[in-house]
């Protein structure tokens, strides 16, 4: 391909885009909006996948790693962050005289010096304020020790101590409560003295108690875990095997950065998932390149004259397919640059909706370069496609009938309703 040719024809695309003007504008909108939504997709997923220290820091705040009681003290064996499989005899659980579940402690196996904290929580614990009555997460973290900085985000009072409270805004807004307001959780009052929202999930209705002690479920909901800080030195991956063996899942902070090897699971292919996406994905492109299509037809009809000059000049046909073919990369590259840009600042100015309707907060807006130049690469090649047809037409209409501004003969081949009506046919038997 002469690259003189393709800078001339590019060139005179350019001017022929600036020139009609609402035109280019017409096709770079028909082309845009579906990479428009191809790009906020992409900008969207990949703000949803957290950075490591983020996921670390809302799983583990400021520890070293968590352990949480799965199969007390029947070993398991743990698979990265959260698969386990029982690796010992199942038997029945150790109880007290009483009847009261026994839970293995950490800190028999853990390094001296390491710091235990009781992140214990209750399920469907009834908490009451006033006259309003609702079934929540009861949570005994202790919010203001350094070592759950992370866990939560205050957005208004200050963290509560022993006999205190906090509470989540949408069970704040469920029970009416207000910074000062008393409730009883489980027969034990606290007065709420802060709001707190957990960034891993905006929609839970969840309470704080630090300090509260015995159950607060009858009914043994409980999920028994602990935020360990480690003593300088200790690895926290070295104390998986140990608390495996108790039957404690562990997570630590390692992990999130280095996560260990996974077993390959092989799956069957989702063959209809894969089907329609293809087949959206094809309507949209075929619907681009129909519409936009037509306003090429039109723009290269408009210009016969101009191309019609070209071949006049010594032009080939190559040449004048060439220019309108140029015509269709350059505004498909506008299109898929501004569905790019427009798609970014969508996600970023709409990020508490896209935050409400994903039920936690996002990471830091994420934008591949190489994903979104594919996206621009789509825009420019969906309206190259558009233009084929008619620069095929533009490259064979007679010279001098186009220059004295005849139409020349008009003519539609045979093999094309014979075409269309075979795609007609097959489409219907598609549908059966």
Do not use: C
């Amino acid at each position: 391909m002469n690259a003189a040719g393709v800078r001339a024809a590019l060139r005179i695309a350019r001017r022929d885009a600036l020139r009609a003007k609402g035109r280019s504008a017409l096709v770079v909108a028909m082309v845009g909006v579906p990479m428009l939504g191809l790009a906020f997709a992409d900008v969207a997923v990949r703000t949803s996948h957290l950075p490591p220290a983020v996921r670390a820091a809302r799983d583990l705040g400021a520890t070293d790693l968590v352990a949480e009681v799965v199969e007390p003290f029947h070993p398991i064996a743990q698979v990265g962050l959260d698969g386990w499989a029982d690796a010992g005899t199942a038997g029945a659980e150790p109880v007290r005289p009483g009847g009261q579940r026994l839970v293995p402690d950490p800190a028999t196996v853990l390094p001296p010096g390491s710091r235990v904290l009781p992140w214990s929580q209750w399920y469907a614990v009834r908490v009451r304020a006033a006259h309003r009555v609702a079934l929540v997460i009861a949570d005994r973290t202790d919010l203001a020790d350094p070592a759950a900085a992370g866990l939560v985000r205050l957005r208004a009072g200050t963290f509560p101590r022993a006999g205190e409270a906090a509470v989540t805004p949408r069970l704040a807004a469920r029970l009416g409560l207000r910074l000062g307001d008393e409730v009883t959780v489980a027969g034990t009052r606290a007065r709420v003295t802060a709001v707190v929202v957990r960034p891993s999930d905006l929609r839970e209705e969840r309470v704080y108690l630090p300090g509260a002690s015995g159950p607060l479920n009858t009914k043994g909901a409980e999920v028994v875990r602990w935020g360990v800080t480690l003593p300088p030195g200790a690895r926290d991956v070295d104390q998986v095997a140990a608390l495996n063996a108790l039957g404690i899942q562990v997570r630590p902070r390692t992990w999130y950065f280095d996560p260990p090897p996974q077993p390959v699971r092989g799956g069957p292919v989702d063959a209809e998932s894969i089907g329609v996406t293809v087949v959206v994905v094809g309507l949209a492109t075929l619907e681009v390149v129909l519409l936009a299509g037509t306003a090429f037809a039109v723009g290269a009809r408009r210009r016969r004259r101009e191309l019609a000059l070209v071949a006049a000049a010594g032009g080939s046909r190559a040449d004048v397919r060439r220019i309108v073919l140029a015509g269709g990369v350059v505004l498909g590259t506008v299109a898929g640059t501004l569905g790019v840009g427009l798609a970014a600042l969508a996600v970023f100015l709409g990020r508490p909706w896209l935050e409400r309707l994903a039920g936690s907060e996002l990471g830091p807006l994420s934008l591949r370069p190489l994903e979104l130049a594919a996206v621009v690469a789509a825009g420019a090649g969906t309206a190259l496609l558009a233009t084929l047809l008619p620069a095929r037409a533009a490259a064979r209409q007679p010279v001098v009938a186009a220059l004295t501004g005849r139409r020349g003969e008009v003519r539609t081949p045979r093999r094309v309703p014979v075409v269309a009506l075979l795609a007609v046919a097959g489409g219907a038997l598609g549908l059966l």
